[in-house]
């Protein structure tokens, strides 16, 4: 995938972030993001996202900087 598409996913991403922001607590929230990143979204999408490194500024706002960290969790769990 290329920039663009990454620059894309990383706008879903913030806006999911942003509409559940009123559910509570940033973690929590961001809890919920990677869940709905995680349920809903293709693997080629959620790769592109999480292969990111973890320094790199690539736009993300503090939510759901959490929650890619999350989806990043919940995908090396269930990893074989």
């Known amino acids: 995938m290329s920039q663009s598409q990454l620059q894309r996913l990383v706008a879903m991403t913030n806006q999911i972030a942003l509409n559940m922001s009123a559910n509570g607590d940033p973690h929590k ?6 869940q709905h990143l ?7 999408m959620k790769d592109l996202i999480t292969q990111q ?4 500024e690539i ?4 939510i759901a900087q959490l929650a ?13």
């Open 29 to 34: 929230v961001a809890i919920q993001v990677a």
């Open 53 to 56: 490194p973890a320094t790199s």
């Open 38 to 44: 995680d349920k809903f979204w293709p693997p080629p």
């Open 68 to 80: 890619v960290e999350e989806l990043m969790r919940t995908q090396t769990a269930k990893r074989p």
């Open 59 to 62: 736009g993300l706002s503090s």
